[in-house]
Nanobody
Framework: QVQLVESGGGLVQPGGSLRLSCAHS????????MAWYRQAPGEQRELVAS???????YYADSGKGRFTISRDNVKKKLYLQMNSLKPEDTAVYYC?????????WGQGAQVTVSS
């Protein structure tokens, strides 16, 4: 059973920073694909960033230059560092991992950017 547990969401002012964490099951090894998605109210869930290994990362245009995805293979954690946050970044952020012929999602972390 694969488990993904997000933490680190909250309320932040525009221009502020947050770091999301996703603790995952040991079955997900260091070269497994993992990603962060987000879903704003009334919107479809969208890909924010993904990582295959330490060197292979992808960022949606919305987060390029502001977001950084990384992983700690010893702690079994995935991170999303978000800087220069904007009100339009407000959403529930989900950790995602395809593993063991299935797809797994975390419970979601609310990020609210507001003054």
């Amino acid at each position: 059973q694969v488990q993904l547990v997000e933490s680190g969401g909250g309320l932040v002012q525009p221009g502020g920073s947050l770091r999301l964490s996703c603790a995952h099951s040991p079955i997900i090894s260091s070269n497994y694909f993992m990603a962060w998605y987000r879903q704003a109210p009334g919107e479809q869930r969208e890909l924010v960033a993904s990582i295959q290994s330490a060197e292979i990362t992808y960022y949606a245009d919305s987060g390029k230059g502001r977001f950084t995805i990384s992983r700690d293979n010893v702690k079994k954690k995935l991170y999303l560092q978000m800087n220069s946050l904007k009100p339009e970044d407000t959403a529930v952020y989900y950790c995602y991992a395809p593993a063991a012929l299935s797809q797994y999602w975390g419970q979601g972390a609310q990020v609210t950017v507001s003054s």
